[in-house]
């Protein structure tokens, strides 16, 4: 079955405890991306990655890391997690550009307390 | 830069009502333009597309045509039943391959 995944699903940490929420997908999508949801501002991107090796910041990049080492996985690293990155995460992928669907992840719920 | 501007929710209507979501946007040249639908506790899935001026995307029961005179990407469904209850969001296509959503359209509908 085509699909992303996300893990955790759910995480509680506290401010400066360094996590990761990892993501894989199955298509051979080039594309990945990381966004977050938060109440009355939508969907905002975090960072984008064209392919391997190719990373590049969204619109909310500051306090998030990531890599792209290998096509299928799109890790999202927090190095000193704060209050404010309390937020719900989707990853994200698709063929290559703008006009193409992309597939989400079930979302990972984080809470920094 | 470009935007997208839905109309705010929640809104709720009745079983079998009609269902209208206003969606515009703003854009240089002629992005691709998106539905997508979040059921509670669930991730985005696509509702429907369309990728050029008047271009219609259908899904599901759901249409939205894609003006580009009114920049404009309405989405409508004729007679929505409860299991649409959900959250949906306008969005396009970014020249960097990434989506720039509106703020989402919470839809309850009550049997």
């Known amino acids: 079955e085509a699909q992303v995944t996300q893990n955790p699903r759910y995480l509680i940490t506290v401010t400066g405890k360094k996590l990761t929420v990892t993501c894989s997908q199955n298509m051979n999508h080039e594309y990945m991306s990381w966004y977050r949801q938060d109440p009355g501002l939508g969907l905002r991107q975090i960072y984008y990655?064209?392919?391997?090796?190719?990373?590049d910041k969204g619109d909310v990049p500051e306090g998030y890391k990531v890599s792209r080492k290998e096509k299928r996985n799109f890790p999202l690293i927090l190095e000193s997690p704060s209050p404010n990155q309390t937020s719900l995460y989707f990853c994200a992928s698709s063929t290559r550009s703008g006009s193409d669907t992309q597939y989400f992840g079930p979302g990972t719920r984080l809470t920094v307390l | 830069g470009n935007s997208v501007t839905q109309m705010e929710g929640p809104v709720t209507l009745s079983e079998e009502a009609f269902l209208t979501i206003n969606c515009t946007y703003t854009?240089?040249?002629?992005?691709?333009l998106f539905w997508y639908v979040q059921y509670p506790g669930e991730g985005l899935q696509l509702l429907l597309k369309?990728?050029?001026?008047?271009d219609k995307g259908s899904n599901k029961g759901f249409e939205a045509t894609y003006r580009k005179e009114t920049t404009s990407f309405h989405l409508e469904k004729g007679s929505v039943q409860v299991s649409d209850s959900a959250v949906y969001f306008c969005a396009l296509g970014g020249s960097q391959g990434n989506l720039i959503f509106g703020k989402g359209t919470k839809l309850s509908v009550k049997p």
């Open positions: 990655s064209m392919n391997v090796e190719v990373t």
């Open positions: 369309a990728t050029k001026a008047d």
């Open positions: 854009a240089t040249g002629y992005p691709s």
